[in-house]
């Protein structure tokens, strides 16, 4: 099946530095990908759309200018957490629909966690 | 979108079948439901997806009734290996934002 992959899958890094957080399609190109966040015990929480060549669409309540999203090309999208605090420190997990796929399965990453210090 | 209501927690034990129900009352016309299970530190991971009556699969069953306003995934002779949370989510076949709801965190008793 189709495989969306997550790096770095752990980082850890200090308070007030930018961490990057890349999330591929292997083997599909992906004309949306999404990304969320996950705290302990919590439930997967929508940030962002990330559309190819455009700019990602934000929810409620999530910073654009902290939580930066690039998706350049079909096959990979970034997600930039700029000055990263204590309070950041979560797994993110990416997603990815197929273009032209006909079941619109979302395939999901592995996900990333992050502990800012 | 379709907002979505399952129990919080379920226990079973080895070897017993497991039937998760979700509610989905606001379910539209186009919208799909689909079953995800996610392990502690892993992205979720494809079940099974239906639009009505029954899906099986080679891990599970989906049981949708005539007015789609809920859903039952049912897991055969469940395993260790099966204890994780469940995620049931409604929408337009992923051509969509979808949201998470609480999901249902299975434990499976040996």
């Known amino acids: 099946g189709a495989v969306v992959s997550q790096h770095p899958s752990r980082v850890i890094c200090k308070s007030g530095t930018s961490v990057k957080i890349e999330c591929r399609s292997l083997d599909f190109q992906a004309t949306t990908m999404f990304w969320y966040r996950q705290f302990p015990k919590q439930s997967l929480m929508l940030m962002a759309t990330?559309?190819?060549?455009?700019?990602?669409?934000?929810e409620q309540g999530v910073e654009k200018d902290k939580f930066l999203i690039n998706h350049a090309s079909l096959t990979l999208s970034t997600l930039t957490v700029t000055s990263a605090h204590p309070e950041d420190s979560s797994f993110y997990i990416c997603?990815?629909?197929?273009?032209?796929?006909?079941?619109?399965?979302?395939?999901f990453g592995e996900g990333s966690r992050l502990t800012v210090l | 979108l379709a907002k979505t209501t399952q129990p919080i927690s379920m226990d079973s034990y080895e070897g017993q079948e497991v039937n998760i129900t979700c509610s989905h009352n606001n379910i539209a016309t186009n919208d799909y439901i689909t079953w995800y299970q996610q392990f502690p530190s892993q992205g979720p991971r494809f079940i099974i997806q239906g639009y009505k009556t029954k899906v099986t699969n080679e891990v599970a069953s989906l049981f949708i009734p005539a007015d789609r306003k809920s859903s039952t995934l049912s897991l055969p002779r469940v395993s260790l290996s099966d204890t994780a949370v469940y995620y049931c989510?409604?929408?337009?076949?992923?051509?969509?934002?979808?949201?998470f709801g609480i999901g249902t965190k299975l434990q499976v008793i040996p």
């Open positions: 989510l409604v929408g337009f076949r992923g051509y969509q934002k979808v949201t």
């Open positions: 997603s990815a629909i197929a273009a032209g796929g006909p079941d619109g399965e979302l395939f």
């Open positions: 990330s559309n190819e060549g455009s700019k990602a669409t934000y």
